[in-house]
């Protein structure tokens, strides 16, 4: 399995920016597709943003779309969460996961390989 961190959580106000980073290491990172997914209190767990190994094709949650793009680095290991227009209903644990396979898909429960998240709180 590949090891996740993620960072660049924290507190913005609604209508701001933030970017978050996962830093994979172990198995080759090109070898999987990647995607960020978030839990706020209370809810279950939700997929936000998803991408191929190749970058080539991305996958959006309906809320986030035009808000959010996702993005990978294979050369550094690396996927990338940019967060614009930041809402109040955004705040939640982000957790960046992995899935050995060629599709990418929305459904949380295919993704095998999760980070420890990063907080990311949106004050009204």
């Known amino acids: 399995q590949v090891q996740l961190v993620e960072s660049g959580g924290g507190l913005v106000q609604a209508g701001g920016s933030l970017r978050l980073s996962c830093a994979a290491s172990?198995?080759?990172?090109?070898?999987?597709?990647m995607g960020w997914l978030r839990q706020a209190p209370g809810k279950e767990r939700e997929f936000v943003a998803g991408?191929?190994?190749?970058?080539?094709?991305?996958l959006y949650a309906d809320s986030v779309r035009g808000r959010f793009t996702i993005s990978r680095d294979n050369a550094k290991a690396t996927v990338s969460l940019q967060m614009n227009s930041l809402k109040p209903e955004d705040t939640a644990v982000y957790y960046c996961?992995?899935?050995?396979?060629?599709?990418?898909?929305?459904?949380?429960?295919?993704?095998?390989?999760w980070g420890q998240g990063t907080q990311v709180t949106v004050s009204s």
């Open positions: 996961a992995s899935r050995a396979s060629m599709v990418v898909t929305k459904s949380p429960a295919l993704y095998g390989n």
């Open positions: 172990g198995r080759t990172f090109s070898n999987y597709v």
């Open positions: 991408i191929s190994w190749s970058g080539g094709s991305t």
